[in-house]
């Protein structure tokens, strides 16, 4: 499968098609021409975002981790639960917005450790899980369109990564199959590759997963 290099590069480029694709569509419907500028910026930022910081491969590449510095170990219980390159982590639509959720929850979870080791100490602390989640549910009601334009933005800059994967894996399992005859040895081994895996993408409950090649 694509490397990490290469990934990064498929997020970026094609953030350069998705953006401008975009803002022409909103900008040739007269009701939504005011919002074009905003949400192909917003959609350019978290499609990058998601795929280079939020990337799929948060489930088992311990450099992606690093890209967080010390709040990598945020991302250790989702990589311990998350299967590995399965539906729950390479998905096209749930996936990403599960992690974004996942980082907010995490988020959540930290300031109430913080809160409590304050109070136990006798320490008085404003209540910041209270502040974030308050601040963060009124962004997402008064703002409904930044809000879809940053989703659709995650969704599409994972679904770079997944889908590239899947060409890759699948499709050079079908080239190998279509134009390298098998050795006799390797006859079953050859027939047992003959289905691309795709149904991960879609499946939750697909055993198929992208594998190496």
Known sequence: MPNRSVHDFLTVASSVIVSPITY???YSTQELREWAPVVAALVFVSHNVSGILFSPDLDMDTHIHKRWGMFY???IPYQMVIPHRHFWSHGLVIPP????????WMILLCLYVIET???YFGVHVPALQQTVTQGVLSLVIQNPVHT??????????AAVHSIAD?????????LRMLFIPPTRGMQK???AQQTVPSRWLFDPFSSDSPHHV
């Open 97 to 104: 917005l599960l992690r974004l959720g996942y980082f907010f």
């Open 24 to 26: 022409s569509v909103l």
């Open 73 to 75: 170990v945020l991302w």
């Open 148 to 157: 879809v334009s940053i989703a659709a933005g995650f969704v599409t800059g």
């Open 189 to 191: 081994k050859a027939m």
């Open 117 to 119: 080791i304050a109070a």
């Open 166 to 174: 899947w060409l890759v894996s699948g499709g050079t399992k079908l």
